[in-house]
């Protein structure tokens, strides 16, 4: 199977996160972005998503593993598991479901669902 250009974009925005690369992140996304973490918080535009990318209750970048990835139309869903680190509990494990919605060639949205593991 091919991947298409969003799938690719999808694939830079996590090599990204893996590495901490803010320009790499912002690159793919719209400049009115919205990113919402079910749950959790929602951000509007670069600047705001940026300050979320090394969000300060974590250290170091994420571990992603991402197990699927399936487009329709302008949105690409991936689907994976990942580890972080908390500043306040330590390591810990998480699934997550990201769901992308495309405008102009970029990520205009991140739909972010996020569930901890044991």
Known sequence: MTRTGRQHLVEDYFVGFRTSDHPRI??????????????HRTTHGKAEFDGEI???????????????VIQDGPVVVTTGEGRGVS???GP???AFSD????????????????????
């Open 26 to 39: 912002l690159a793919t996304l719209t400049d009115d972005v919205v990113w919402v973490i079910h749950g």
């Open 87 to 89: 500043v306040e509990h």
């Open 99 to 118: 769901l992308f919605t495309f405008r102009d060639g970029l990520i205009a949205r991140v739909d972010s669902y996020v569930v901890p593991l044991p």
């Open 54 to 68: 090394e969000n300060p209750a974590f250290t170091g970048s994420p571990d992603l593993d991402v197990q699927r």
């Open 92 to 94: 810990f494990r998480f």
